[in-house]
């Protein structure tokens, strides 16, 4: 039998049951025209003020088309049916409508209209989100392969002419070659080792060379003979470049030092000391920083010349840099190092981008007038870029001449002839290849196969 609080707590739940009753009730009085069995049609999203705030962000700029859109749009047609009357008439077309199958999209009217406020649907937001197309460049094919050399081709130099160019090798010979016909003019001895570096001077008939023998030398070519020797490395000398105006020659090698040399009196002007492990790579150029150089340690170093110090040095890459280029007319340069290509600006060496895409040892870069941007790899890998845009237009793999091993595929130097039409390759093989660009190809036959990204700015 039950006990009397049971009894008293259910009269009290009882009782609180009706009062909330009594309560619902009240509160769904004021609308009794809403029947209970249908339900109630949600408010459209456009009339949430949270909703509404961010429509009128995102696509205020763009809601009406353009007048010139507009006007060349097609007119009703006269046998449609005529609108209801007493309805509204339709508002201005809506830049929103042009979904697939409307036959207007979006980025046709901010494309046609040059004005900023209906270009915003393609600006609005991050400056970095924008990408610029990159230029189309007709791809490149092999056009002759010149064999002599005994050893790697480590070191190739065009001359100021563009009627013969200059290599260097592993068999320790400099070779002289027709850059017309690809035959064989001269071959100069007297290195014993490797040479790594070749520059030709554009105002006196000289002939820069070092290699790994620690000897940098000074030929004179209307003798075919040595000048001059600069004595200083304490090591194999593995770079060298020419200052474009001045009569100075730079040279860096396993040492961890750039040494500046008067051409003339074999001087040594500098030491320019701050590496720690081989200087792998370096350029000159007129403006600063004059001396650029790349090393092992991971760095690329920009020098003052006048004062022998070092501007700055840029630690973004993660492995040895083995590799830079100059492009011949804008200030700008890129280094390359396992992996990784990245674009800097002068003169203080901002980063402006990388180029992804070629995993492999980067032993040697080039950049033409055309801002064809070539890069060579260990591995015989190959890649073209667009310059101003870090796009790879092109890959492809060398091939490795009949009688070389496999693993002999390689590219260990490149450079472009003076006119950046022929390109010439040293190979792991032991032969030079030139390349040029395909004069047959068009935008149609070989389109730009390109995509905007988001791309992310990685340092």
């Given amino acids: 039998m039950e006990t009397p609080e049971v009894l008293q707590d259910a009269l009290q ?20 025209e809403q029947s209970t069995t249908k339900r109630q049609k949600p408010d459209d999203a456009s009339e949430d003020p949270i909703m509404k705030r961010r429509f009128r962000n995102e696509y205020a700029d763009v809601e009406t088309l353009p007048p010139s859109i507009t006007a060349k749009l097609p007119t009703k047609q006269a046998g449609k049916k005529a609108s209801k009357a007493g309805a509204p008439s339709r508002p201005a077309m809506k830049l929103l409508e042009g979904v697939p199958g409307s036959g207007k999209a979006p980025s046709s009217a901010a494309r046609n209209d040059g004005t900023s406020q209906n270009m915003s649907l393609t600006t609005r937001g991050a400056q970095g989100l924008q990408q610029q197309k990159p230029e189309w460049h007709a791809p490149w094919k092999l056009m002759r392969v010149i064999s002599g050399h005994l050893g790697w081709v480590r070191s190739l130099a065009v001359e100021p002419g563009n009627k013969w160019f200059a290599s260097g090798a592993g068999d320790r010979t400099i070779k002289i070659w027709d850059l017309a016909t690809g035959s064989l003019r001269l071959t100069l001895t007297g290195h014993i080792s490797t040479v790594r570096g070749l520059a030709v001077s554009p105002r006196h008939p000289y002939l820069f ?38 009569d100075v020659l730079v040279t860096g ?30 350029v000159c150029q007129e403006a600063d920083p004059q001396v650029i150089t790349g090393s092992l340690d991971s760095t690329v170093r920009l020098w003052d010349l006048a004062a022998g110090k070092t501007m700055g040095v840029l630690t973004h890459h993660k492995k040895g840099v083995r590799a830079l280029a100059t492009h011949p007319s804008e200030f700008t340069f890129a280094s390359g190092s396992t992996g990784s290509v990245k674009q800097w600006k002068c003169p203080e060496g901002a980063f402006m981008q990388n180029f992804e895409g070629h995993n492999a040892i980067i032993n040697t870069m080039s950049v033409n007038e055309q801002n064809v941007f070539f890069t060579g790899g260990d591995n015989g890998s190959m890649s073209f870029w667009d310059w101003k ?36 390759c040293g190979e792991a093989d032991k032969t030079i290849k030139i390349w040029k660009q395909d004069e047959t190809a068009t935008e149609e036959s070989h389109p730009l196969e390109w995509k905007p990204t988001l791309g992310r700015r990685k340092f």
């Fill in 209 to 246: 060379s070092c290699g790994e023998d620690k000897m940098v030398k000074c030929w004179d070519l209307e003798t075919n003979k040595v000048i001059r020797h600069y004595h200083g490395h304490l090591s194999g000398v593995y770079t060298l470049a020419l200052h474009p105006t001045l």
């Fill in 389 to 424: 845009t870090g796009h790879r237009f092109q890959s492809l793999d060398t091939t490795a001449q009949p009688g070389s091993l496999d693993a002999e595929a390689g590219i260990m130097s490149s450079t472009f002839d003076r006119s950046g039409l022929r390109l010439i």
């Fill in 253 to 282: 090698g396993r040492d961890g030092v750039a040494r500046v040399w008067d051409m003339r009196t074999r001087s040594n002007i500098h030491v320019l000391s701050g590496h720690t492990q081989t200087v792998s790579d370096l």
């Fill in 13 to 32: 739940l009882s009782t609180l049951a009706a009062q909330n009753a009594t309560v619902s009730k009240t509160i769904y009085a004021h609308a009794p």
